[in-house]
């Protein structure tokens, strides 16, 4: 059976724990990035900037840069996995530890980031064996609150997280005052 093949007749039977058994056993593996994978990474940026540019007027020109990708695969308290499709890394995402606010009922989350599929993967639940991925390192490092930022108006990224059971709890506002 084909990659494709099976993604479609799992996701056509909606089971998604069927869906992660079979890619976990036969074609897709998550694993920790290594240094090897920059290049592969440093694509995948670029792909997160180009989603975001049409919601964030005040995003540089390019060529610009989010990640300080060698920190985040070296620190201790960040865990940045990737994908593996038949040798072919096709998305990543990271864990970092935080600290929370002094009031919250919990001491530390994990913020989630860098969140990238590869284009012809989206919609199949491979952003969710990433999250999955990140939930279990969280849980080992004892951490049991995940965070993350999308913007209000990416409803395709709105509906993935909330999907995945992420819930909505803060919109942040910001001002331009240069004008005035």
């Not at 499709?85 to 995402?93: F, S």
């Not at 001491?107 to 491979?126: D, P």
């Amino acid at each position: 059976m084909s990659l494709k093949h099976a993604i479609e007749t799992i996701n056509n039977s909606c089971d998604y724990l069927l869906l992660k058994s079979y890619l976990s056993e036969n074609i897709m593996k998550v694993r920790a990035a290594t240094l090897n994978d920059i290049d592969t990474l440093r694509v995948f940026e670029q792909g997160v900037i180009a989603a975001e540019r049409p919601f964030d007027e005040t995003l540089a020109d390019d060529p610009i840069q989010y990640y300080d990708l060698e920190f985040l695969i070296a620190s201790e308290d960040i865990q940045l996995v990737v994908v593996e499709c038949e040798q072919a890394i096709i998305a990543c995402g990271y864990a970092r530890i935080k600290p929370a606010k002094k009031y919250a009922k919990y001491s530390f989350y994990s913020y989630l980031g860098f969140m990238f599929v590869e284009e012809e993967y989206r919609g199949k639940r491979v952003n969710q064996l990433v999250i999955d991925e990140l939930t279990q390192w969280s849980l080992e490092q004892g951490v049991t609150m995940l965070h993350l930022d999308v913007f209000k108006d990416n409803d395709a990224a709105v509906s993935a997280y909330t999907k995945a059971g992420f819930k909505q709890y803060l919109v942040e506002m910001r001002m331009d005052i240069s004008l005035k």
